[in-house]
């Protein structure tokens, strides 16, 4: 069975999960990176912005390539412009084999 969410319950979930990660004591505040396929599409959480502090207006959206489809505005000081992760084509990567069909 497979499970398909759209582009903004993606958006939503990652900002959900990341704050429970750091709540958990899994993430620092600007450590690690998270993205979730979204039908065709990869939303990604950006590089050097406090996890738990993302809003969904936060993320950037690829493509299955990693050609980025929208990059999200810069939000004001104190925080940094976004910045996409630098673990965009290692994602895209898996998001790329994960849809490819078990082989026997």
């Known amino acids: 069975m497979t499970v398909s969410i759209d582009v903004d319950e993606a958006k939503q979930l990652i900002c959900e999960l990341c704050r429970l990660f750091y709540d958990q004591g899994w993430v620092s505040g600007t450590g690690g990176g998270i993205s979730i396929k979204a039908g065709d599409s990869i939303v990604m959480a950006p590089s050097g912005v406090q996890?738990?502090?993302?809003?969904?207006?936060?993320?950037?959206?690829?493509?299955?390539?990693?050609?980025?489809?929208?990059?999200?505005?810069?939000?004001s000081p104190p925080y940094k412009p976004p910045k996409l992760s630098e673990c965009a084509p290692l994602f895209t990567a898996v998001s790329d084999h994960a849809a490819q069909p078990a082989q026997e």
């Open 51 to 75: 996890k738990e502090r993302m809003e969904p207006r936060d993320m950037f959206v690829l493509d299955a390539q990693g050609n980025v489809l929208h990059t999200p505005e810069a939000r």
